[in-house]
């Protein structure tokens, strides 16, 4: 199975680069282990540690990051034997790969390396032990690796679906190509899995608009929005996958264009965003490369559909006001706002918040603004309460306690289309822009 | 909200067009109405039954369609009212988001036309009626659009999300641009929602490979296959959507060229397969446009994983070999199969078939295929058993007799990626193209 690269295939210069360099990498990681063994020490990987008591939100760069922690994995400690083992194994595995010209996803590796390992335990006994039996298993290897090498699994040429997609006043080059993402037609352009193997060429635009939808997207792109408000149009079809945060951040970054998230008005669209602008909480290593801490939430918020009467009522009453400032002081200097919908568009519009809505906005926030906030005593009594559940850093602002409260308080939720239904006219001329220009939006 | 075509955004010229063909298609199915009132006659409308005892199998053009079986929809029948007002307001809604330069989804839709109608019943009370209540409600009306004006959704400039995505050596021309999808870099070309907007400009290629999952097309794409192999490389990135099912016919038809589908060695890759072959019974009326009769389903083949001993092992057997002539005669002339996999690589790669993959498979062939072909007694006793299943027409074939027989006797499924981790060199040099020349796909 052996050759040499890129005697086969036709694989772009980019990636042949992109090979070399993940080579190297895994290469001089791995040789440390063989001085340890020459120094007659024993072979010890040391790894920052990948867990929750671990992981630090980063209040100046608004990240989640993972704190100082190291974790060491010995071959000659018996309960870290088999950890080291497969960190091993898949490193070979990959290594075996980038020198094989492949492009093997998470599953690849997890089947590459399937196998049992028979041998003879200290007492005599024939023993048979897998590699590993889920994939789950083979994935946090794959994970103990990036954190090891420093790097994110897509450096390492391991590919997995993407389902982002781009259209826009933005020259790139991919591979051997350069593309112009303005001349798409009707289509769009499917952003690659290796996002940072892209180079920016030329660009002409304002923003980046980050619509969660993909049915979304294919009207704003068909009316010519990105053409008329020059903006970049992306979206994440749903939970945005790695490619698409790295491509988006990278856009941020490099094109220092300020990022908005159109997503649905419910606490999943608003983990949408979460997830794009602090990153998950499970996988806090990669937000220091996924993660766009500038990223703003545009809408669909709470107070475009109910205005900010609910809350000024709710906030009148004294003990509230005081428990709802313990989680972000200033929700009485928040700006007032008028809702965009009528009251018959509303009825017509809203979808009446399920349990698990209630307990994914909970997560976000904590129970403090929950239990002020909502008077529907049987929705309550039905949120499983967990210990220990106080919000995510970055949800404790004046503007999410508003939002939040207000969702809890009607119990509503409402999709990006009701805005589109309302007309897209009204959606992409009127909606958007006027967010975006009067600033009414939540960092 | 009236404003007159093409004065807002900045479509392309192309839905100009389409959107004048459009308003005129619903006009004129609407001006019926209109004479039938101006006869003094009852408005009626008269459109195809789109129920299953209506769908019929064409063994001709090997297509589900539509049979000649009709129904009406009276405004003046207590029964029909409802149904003609429903289907009347959606006309009119989508006559209008037509005129309006919109492009609504059937989410949008159905907030569209979601209102309550509160009117006096005979007996002078005050009634208050819903228009629709649920999405399927709304949906169906637009199903009934679609065979009442004998046209696909799409032609309405409907849209909806897209997964499908496309490269090869095509240059297309989508919107106002021509677009060569060999120049894609890493990424590819996304497939615009209204694939009858496409025109073909130039080709240059040998078959079109439908790839089921999105990860295997990536590692296709990214090791230069469909260049090496002049290859129109599509994914549908699994069950696939009306738009790429009618992009992929439109393929077939246009540029004559064949398509193989690569999809999981499961009874739901086998259904995807038939989704492309066949249609969807429950929307057959989609299927004369959206299906294609031509395509092969190139593997993953049982066979190719256990090769043919088992199959033979059991028509050795007088009885059994009798009831699995009854589903499909020649299974005794098939050619021999041997297998791509070694035992280790199967007893690695193969992952155990649940009981709903086992209910999946009798939906395609029916029983008596499990019935004769099924060891495990206790796996069987575990389907639930519905009236009147007997399979699906383009199933009853000897391949798949022998394809199926072999699953319900592993008990096994296996993955796309199993065959790529032995390998991507092996998917891509080896099983693929020789598959492809020696002719071993199932038709």
Redesign the interface.
């Known amino acids: ?1 052996r ?1 040499r690269l890129g005697c ?5 210069k ?2 042949l680069e992109a090979r070399g360099k993940a080579l190297d990498i895994v290469k001089y990681s791995m040789r440390e282990l063989l001085e340890q063994i020459e120094r007659g020490e024993k072979p010890t990987l040391i790894m920052p540690k990948r867990t929750l008591s671990n992981t630090i939100y980063d209040l100046k760069h608004k990240m989640l990051l993972l704190g100082p922690e190291l974790q060491k994995r010995s071959f000659t400690d018996v309960n870290e034997a088999k950890k080291f083992m497969q960190t091993l194994l898949m490193a070979s595995i990959i290594y075996e790969a980038l020198r ?6 998470i ?3 997890y ?2 390396g ?2 049992s390992i028979v041998y003879r335990s200290i007492d005599g006994k024939r023993v048979s032990e897998n590699t590993w039996d889920e994939q789950r298993e083979s994935d946090s290897v794959i994970r103990d690796l990036e954190v090891l090498l420093s790097v994110l699994r897509e450096d390492l040429l391991i ?5 982002g ?1 781009v259209v826009g006043n933005l020259v ?8 112009d993402l303005s ?12 996002p940072d ?2 180079e920016f060429i030329d660009v002409d635009a304002e923003y980046i608009l980050v619509v969660e ?4 997207f ?2 704003l792109h ?4 990105w ?2 408000y020059k903006a970049i149009l992306v979206t994440s ?1 749903g939970q945005p996958d790695r490619a698409t945060r790295r491509f988006v951040r990278r856009l941020s970054d490099e094109l220092k264009l300020p990022v908005y998230i159109l997503a649905d008005s419910d606490p999943y669209g608003f983990y949408i965003y979460s997830v794009f602008k602090a990153g998950s909480i499970t996988l806090s290593y990669e937000s220091e490369r996924l993660a766009t801490p500038s990223a703003k939430f545009i809408g669909v918020m709470m107070t475009d559909i109910f205005g900010d009467s609910v809350f000024k009522k709710i906030i009148k009453e004294r003990e509230a006001r005081k428990t709802l400032e313990e989680v972000a002081t200033g929700i009485e200097d928040l700006k007032p706002k008028t809702p965009y919908l009528s009251e ?1 568009e509303r009825s ?2 809203i979808i009446k918040a399920k349990t698990k809505d209630l307990e994914r906005a909970v997560e976000l926030i904590g129970y403090k603004v929950a239990d002020v906030c909502m008077e529907d005593k049987d929705a309550k009594s039905k949120i499983k309460r967990k210990e220990g559940l106080t919000g995510y850093p970055w949800f404790a602002t004046p503007h999410w306690v508003r939002e939040l409260c207000i969702f809890f308080n009607t119990l509503s939720k409402l ?1 990006i ?2 805005m ?2 309302k ?3 009204f959606l ?2 009127k909606y958007i822009p006027e967010k975006i220009s009067s600033g009414d939006w939540i960092d």
């Open positions: 199975m050759q086969s295939g036709v694989t772009s980019i990636d094989n010209n492949e492009y093997p996803t599953r690849d590796l089947y590459r399937k196998h590919l997995s679906k993407e389902k997609k790139i080059r991919s591979g051997d190509d350069t593309i001349k798409m037609g009707h289509g769009a352009y499917s952003i690659e899995p290796t193997l892209i939808k993909d049915a979304v294919q009207q068909r009316y010519g929005f053409r008329k079809a018959s017509n519009f999709e289309e009701a589109a239904s007309g897209l006219k992409a001329d």
